[in-house]
């Protein structure tokens, strides 16, 4: 039996890293560090920080893989993602044999949390589904950027006693502000806030939380609408990439 760790490592900023990681990066024989191309170098280079400068025991090694690219055309969304999937878990598959030994344990390093918008988990239950290599794994929590936007806004994030809704920018227009009053959304290459028209609607924006490159901006979304737009699309051409993410509220404390 191979042992794996799915370790949630914090959403960019390497103290975000809990005790109980550290701890576990500290129990890995090899530990994997996704690659996903030039514009993504920042996201393997935390890990790599994250690994030199957490990791004490002297014995382990770092493996570095490619992540294989999700197809999309002439596929539904649901036959894209899970096409991914079954490829992602080939190469989880041929990593954990050819890179760990019997009895030996490897840790995957999630960004964020690994039970929030991330597949680590269900990929690795597909693995051990497909039974050719026998493995089982524990999960270790980490810091969301949820939780990093809510910190950087200084806000807590439901209203007293109210429901929280967190989607994607594909799904927001079904949520806010009809269903929910709180929407979190991530995973919006579409900046679908930009089509909410509601005067009320405050929006609370960040980009590359918990980086040396953060950016945060908040307020009436009819006002500041535009500067996000702005800030977004000019970060995005400096940096070359972007990760952001939203909360979007309508209403206030003990509002009934
Ligand atoms: C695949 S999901 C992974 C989420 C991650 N597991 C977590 O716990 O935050 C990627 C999305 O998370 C959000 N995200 C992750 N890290 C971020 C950061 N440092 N700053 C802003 N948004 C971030 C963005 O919405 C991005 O599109």
Redesign the pocket.
């Known amino acids: 039996m191979r042992h794996i760790l799915i370790i949630?490592i914090g959403?960019?900023n390497p103290e975000h890293i809990t005790v109980q990681a550290i701890n576990a990066l500290n129990r890995a024989d090899v530990l994997f560090i996704p690659t996903k191309g030039a514009n993504k170098a920042e996201l393997a280079e935390v890990r790599r920080e994250i690994c030199a400068r957490y990791v004490t025991r002297g014995d382990s090694r770092t493996v570095e893989f490619a992540v294989p690219i999700r197809r999309t055309e002439g596929r539904s969304y649901g036959e894209s993602v899970d096409e991914w999937h079954a490829g992602i878990a080939a190469t989880y598959e041929d990593l954990l044999q050819h890179e760990l030994r019997e009895g030996q344990s490897g840790a995957f390093l999630?960004?964020?949390?690994?039970?929030?918008?991330?597949s680590t988990i269900r990929i690795v239950e597909r693995v051990r589904a497909r039974g050719r290599v026998a493995i089982d794994f524990e999960v270790v929590p980490?810091?969301?950027?949820?939780q990093?936007?809510c910190a950087s806004h200084r806000i807590p994030l439901n209203l007293v006693g109210k429901p929280v809704e967190i989607t994607t920018g594909r799904r927001l227009a079904e949520s806010f502000p009809a269903k929910s009053e709180t929407a979190v959304?991530?995973?919006?290459g579409e900046q679908a806030f930009q089509e909410i028209d509601d005067p009320d609607a405050e929006i609370y924006w960040?980009?590359?939380?918990?980086?040396p490159d953060?950016i945060v901006i908040s307020g009436r979304l009819a006002d500041v609408k535009e500067d996000i737009l702005n800030a977004r699309a000019q970060a995005r051409a400096r940096m070359g990439w972007i990760?952001?993410?939203y909360l979007l509220r309508k209403g206030a404390d003990f509002d009934e």
């Open positions: 949630g959403a960019g999630v960004w964020g949390d690994p039970m929030l918008y991330d980490g810091i969301t950027s949820l990093a936007l959304v991530m995973l919006d960040g980009a590359y939380l918990g980086t953060e990760m952001d993410i």
